[in-house]
């Protein structure tokens, strides 16, 4: 267990030197209230008796005006109910107004109660999902009965926010280190609060339990137990650093809480002041509080003062009308007289305007004759066909024969050659058959013949005065026969005569 002799602090920073406001804390039936003036504490006052029912609420902020002597229009409560509810809710990793809706949405399936809720939410770390949050949940027929007795009274309350909100201020004080995350417990008249959370000031749960450690130590230590593994199950880092408890009696049950709590228990270092809900909630900034009263609420002011600007807005704006409505009609006098000057111009633009046409189509007509002599002539993809050859042909063979002749959109292609008998000394052996070879790559890339008709088992004549190589003629067929008779001697291992000669046909686009 912690050590318990420590000095205790006051509360978190200090309220805005430019506040006005009155500060009420109703925690189940305790109602106390904080009069302030430009930032300075004027008066307080705690109400005996019963304050049970929403629809007394604009009496109990009667009295306190009254005892407190406040002079201004807003007010700030802390609300404790025995219908105010958290849940943990887990959310798809969207963003802004569509996040929103998914938080309403939540908030109408989560409630507890019938009607409809007013909501606000925190964030959380993200655990094991995309991103979650705490959903603070209240019906909404109360916070309208809460909204009407500050109307009735000349007030305007500007926010409601759950005890959990403020007492997460004090993690500021509890010395957390890096990782470490701690439990907050705290009295809030007949019920406890709860908080976990960390050094990065970020929310991991929050939680209202019936009951006080007042009234039975053993069942809320069960309760704070649970609370504490239920945390460990939802985030990867568990509490870790200890329990803290906050409010009347908190000393008293230290002993008895650490029987049924397997963290170190110890006091909040924390000052319990009487008025520390009403005092700290003006502490607080409106823009990271969450807010029961919904923006729809806190805006009718500002939306019946906006009213009267658009109506009186409005009525300048009718007399202004009638005013330039004068000036507007003699400017339509001279409007006309220019205008008919306009159209005799416009009538000599019109002739200029069919005179320039007739020019641009005969330009335009120009144009297509120079495009049909020049533009239209084909690529010499002949040229390139052969110029591949010379890479493609496998040194086995020799071609003698070559046409390219095109037909409409696609060009006519016949290859004929022979077998080469005398090949290099350094040459390769032939793993494959040189005439597959060499229409493996014409049917491949980058001319992807398309070979319609072969005749490798069939001799071709070709004679030299039609052998075309390009467009040029060859006298390729006298040297390769002349090679032949030099070599005929070295050739008795070769093909049969009949495979001497190939022929390709094929169709290339």
């Known amino acids: 267990m912690l050590s318990l002799a420590k000095k205790r602090k006051a509360g978190i920073g200090a309220i805005p030197a430019n506040l006005t406001t009155l500060g009420v804390s109703w925690l189940n039936s305790q109602f106390k209230a904080v009069a302030v003036h430009r930032g300075q504490i004027e008066a307080t006052w705690e109400r005996e008796g019963t304050t049970d029912g929403p629809e007394h609420f604009d009496a109990f902020i009667r009295e306190a005006v009254h005892e407190t002597g406040y002079r201004g229009q807003t007010v700030v409560l802390v609300l404790a109910h025995p219908r105010l509810s958290q849940q943990l809710v887990d959310l798809p990793p969207i963003k802004g107004k569509k996040l929103q809706k998914v938080i309403q949405r939540q908030a109408k399936q989560q409630k507890m109660f019938p009607g409809e809720a007013s909501w606000a939410s925190e964030p959380c770390p993200p655990g094991k999902v995309a991103q979650r949050v705490v959903l603070h949940l209240f019906p909404k027929q109360l916070i309208s009965h809460l909204v009407l007795g500050c109307k009735r009274n000349g007030l305007r309350l ?10 997460h201020q004090q993690f500021e004080h509890l010395g957390l280190e890096k990782d470490e995350v701690g439990l907050l417990a705290a009295e809030t008249g007949g019920s406890t609060t709860l908080v976990a959370g960390g050094s990065d000031g970020q929310v991991l749960l929050a939680r209202t339990l019936p009951g006080s450690w007042n009234e039975d130590a053993h069942k809320l230590g069960v309760d704070l137990n649970r609370t504490a593994l239920f945390i460990s199950q939802q985030y990867s880092a568990p509490i870790n650093r200890g329990l803290w408890l906050f409010g009347p009696g ?38 990271r509080s969450p807010n029961l009263v919904s923006s729809e609420m806190r805006e009718q002011p500002q939306r019946r003062v906006f009213a009267t600007a658009v109506g009186v807005i409005t009525t300048l704006m009718i007399i202004s009308s009638l005013i330039a409505s004068s000036y507007f009609l003699s400017q339509a006098r001279q409007e006309a007289a220019n205008l008919q000057a306009i159209s005799k111009d416009t009538a000599r633009l019109q002739v200029n305007k069919t005179a320039l046409e007739a020019l641009d189509r005969e330009l335009s007509r120009k144009k297509q004759v120079i495009k049909l002599i020049l533009g239209e002539r084909p690529p010499p993809t002949p040229a390139w066909f052969l110029a591949y050859l010379g890479e493609a042909v496998p040194p086995e063979l020799v071609i003698t024969n070559l046409h390219v002749v095109r037909e409409d959109e696609y060009y006519r292609v016949q290859v004929a050659g022979t077998m080469q008998r005398a090949l290099p000394a350094t040459a390769a052996p032939a793993v494959a058959d040189p005439v597959d070879v060499l229409k493996a790559r014409l049917s491949g890339p980058p001319f992807y013949l398309k070979i319609s008709e072969t005749a490798d088992d069939k001799p071709v004549r070709a004679p030299a005065a039609t052998t075309r190589i390009g467009p040029t003629d060859s006298s390729v067929p006298g040297w390769l026969s002349r090679l032949a008779n030099a070599v005929s001697s070295k050739t008795a291992q070769a093909k049969p005569p009949s495979q001497d000669r190939f022929a390709i046909e094929g169709v290339m686009r």
């Open 158 to 167: 500007t926010a409601v926010l759950p005890p959990s909100v403020v007492l």
């Open 250 to 287: 908190a000393e008293e049950q230290v002993a008895a809480i650490q029987k049924h709590v397997q963290l170190p228990v110890d006091v909040s270092p924390v000052l319990d002041d009487p008025f520390y809900w009403a005092t700290e909630a003006l502490k607080l900034r409106p823009e």
